[in-house]
């Protein structure tokens, strides 16, 4: 990011690209697919990372969100079961 921008459009397009990141990730959640596989498939660095801030936006894990959508869409814990 250009350092030339004012500080405040700089937290802005941040703001906006993890906003970008946290709607691509509840998608990803909601599938079979590993949290690690969600976290760098989003753009996270590293799985700490994407713990944090799905965590911090969330107020619950990961899984649990997963665990959370599943009982609450009856297609997806259809699809979930073994």
Not at 8 to 36: D, F, M, P, Y
Not at 40 to 62: I, M, N, V
Not at 71 to 81: D, E, G, I, K, V
């Amino acid at each position: 990011m250009p350092k030339s921008l004012p500080l405040s459009h700089r937290i802005g397009r941040n703001r906006h690209v993890l906003a970008l990141r946290q709607e691509r990730v509840l998608t990803l959640v909601e599938t079979e697919a590993k949290v690690s596989s969600v976290a760098l498939d989003s753009g996270f660095a590293s799985l700490s990372a994407f713990y944090e801030a799905f965590t911090k936006e969330h107020k619950q894990s990961p899984a649990e969100y997963r665990r959370q959508s599943q009982r609450s869409n009856p297609f997806l814990a259809f699809h979930a079961q073994p």
